[in-house]
């Protein structure tokens, strides 16, 4: 994943700068601007400038410092998530600490400057956090997420979501010998993988099967059943494992799943909110390559043109393909997607990017007469030198 890796060597390097940016993305999917490392820096390089005996840090204190910024820039380069650096921004503060208490000068610019660093950072902070925002759920007294009750509940089957989130958090509410699988991100699992032949074993067992999913307020049609347009999408997602939706109507489990408007609002106000539980029809898939349309040849030059030219966000081999009303596409794990139209055109768009980027039409890139910017892919984070 290449999502919060900086592009190039000095936005790297400079990134305890970049992290002070208010901008979504950069080591964390929203804004979470982070001043401390920047104060670590101008406080480390003070230290470092100075070089007296009576600033010097103890060994320990040394040790700490120099292993933090060992970590801190191998993640950087390796990956960038912020999930998998938490133990570096724990210890960004104290460290922070340690080295503002070495500072020359008087008691009295110390504090000045530790107030100036906590008015940036809390102002960085209400500026741009919202509570609640990533809450999925309210939390109350009752263990677990709160839904309605229903047959369902009771019953064993097998449930299959295909969800970036896979909402276990709705496991303890149904029968114990009920089954449940996320296909979201089994996509690319294949035969004679042993994870493809368990989820096909418990697919082909006779347990009854059912799709859990989140109710989409903009897609519900008559009786709060899902639009056709949801169903075409759902079954998109549920075809490379051989399931698809029956006909037969969904059945709606109410839940506080998301934020919604307030408890005094009226109920006629209320969106509804929940999950739909659809049946759903099994048949083993067939093998890899005859369950979708092929991808012409002259489509597949293309978009492997573009992988040659640009690998580090078009990988080769690691695309997913699909075909939808006459638009093929290619997603990579880099976030970003290639699409191409009945019109010959080739698109690509990068998953924080408002629109699609055109790279040209499928004979000009199988010449080679294109040219993309793989240096910095638009929807990517400007660092402010860059900023035009």
């Known amino acids: 994943m290449v999502r919060f890796q900086p592009d190039g060597w000095l936005e790297g390097l400079l990134r305890p700068l970049v992290l002070a ?22 406080c480390g390089a003070v230290l ?22 060992a970590a801190f820039y191998l993640w950087t380069f390796l990956i960038g998530n912020g999930r998998y650096f938490m133990t570096g921004l724990v210890l960004a503060g104290p460290l922070l600490l340690m080295l503002w208490r070495r500072l020359p000068g008087t008691a009295s610019f110390r504090w000045m400057l530790l107030a100036i660093a906590g008015f940036l950072q809390i102002q960085a902070l ?3 956090y919202s509570p609640n925002r990533w809450g999925l759920a ?55 993988m042993p994870e493809y032949a368990r989820l096909q074993q418990m697919l082909a067992g006779p347990l009854p099967k059912y799709a859990v999913l989140p109710i989409a307020t903009d897609f519900i049609a008559d009786a709060d059943q899902p639009e056709g347009i949801a169903r075409v999408v759902f079954n998109d997602l549920l075809a490379p494992q051989g399931l698809r939706l029956t006909a037969e109507s969904c059945r709606v489990l109410p839940s506080p799943l998301v934020p919604g408007p307030r408890e005094s609002a009226p109920d006629a106000l209320k969106p509804l909110r929940g999950f739909w539980f659809c049946p759903l029809s099994y048949t083993p898939p067939q093998p890899q390559g005859q369950q979708h349309l092929e991808m012409p040849a002259s489509v597949a030059e293309a978009l492997s043109a573009v992988e040659q030219r640009c690998g580090r966000f078009f990988i080769p081999g690691a695309g997913i393909e699909r075909y939808f009303e006459g638009l093929w596409s ?11 139209n009945g019109e010959g055109t080739v698109y690509f768009k990068y998953y924080q990017a408002l629109n699609p980027t055109v790279i040209g039409t499928i004979d000009q890139i199988r010449r080679g007469a294109f040219s993309i910017p793989c240096d910095k892919i638009p929807g990517r984070f400007v660092p402010f030198w860059q900023a035009e």
Do not use: C
Not at 163 to 179: K, M
Not at 330 to 340: E, F
């Open 21 to 42: 940016t208010p901008n979504k993305g950069i080591y964390f999917e929203a804004m979470a601007p982070d001043w401390r490392f920047a104060f670590i820096l101008a």
């Open 48 to 69: 470092l400038l100075r070089r007296r005996s009576t600033d010097a840090l103890p060994f320990e204190h040394r040790q700490l410092m120099w292993g933090l910024v």
């Open 126 to 128: 209400a500026q741009t």
């Open 138 to 192: 309210r939390w109350g007294h009752e263990p677990g997420l709160a839904i309605a009750d229903s047959p369902l509940r009771r019953e064993p089957a097998v449930f299959i979501t295909a969800t970036a989130i896979s909402y276990s958090i709705l496991v303890p509410q149904f029968h114990r010998e009920s089954r449940w699988s996320n296909v979201a991100g089994q996509r690319d699992i294949k035969p004679p």
């Open 330 to 340: 290619r997603s990579y794990p880099s976030d970003i997607t290639l699409l191409a």
